[in-house]
């Protein structure tokens, strides 16, 4: 009988975790899961204009150096970089870390949006 109810409130727990990812991804905010992956990866926190950026990923910057510029900074005064010959504001923000890494971004939109 224990089992059985340490095995339901896993369950549980798992399903309030997602449920609260589809409410964040909803209303268009960076989720529980997200700012997991990105503390563990070690990146940046990265704030433009009063919003949270989405975390994306690694990137090898030696890969992608001569096909992106300078764009802006971010609230903190990270020095933010996007792709050549993309609008303004970018789908894909860079942040650089060190020299042969950096990381990539995106601004979160409601999923209708995309």
Known sequence: ?????W???IISLIIILFMSEFVMLYSGKVGVLNITQRVISGAPHV???????????KIHWEEIQSSIEEYSLSDEGTVLYKAQGTPVPPPWVYV???????YRYMVPQLPWKL
């Open 1 to 5: 009988m224990r089992k059985k109810r």
């Open 7 to 9: 095995i339901m409130s």
């Open 47 to 57: 704030i433009v204009q009063g919003q949270t950026l989405s975390y994306q990923g």
């Open 96 to 102: 650089r870390k060190e020299n042969n890494q950096g």
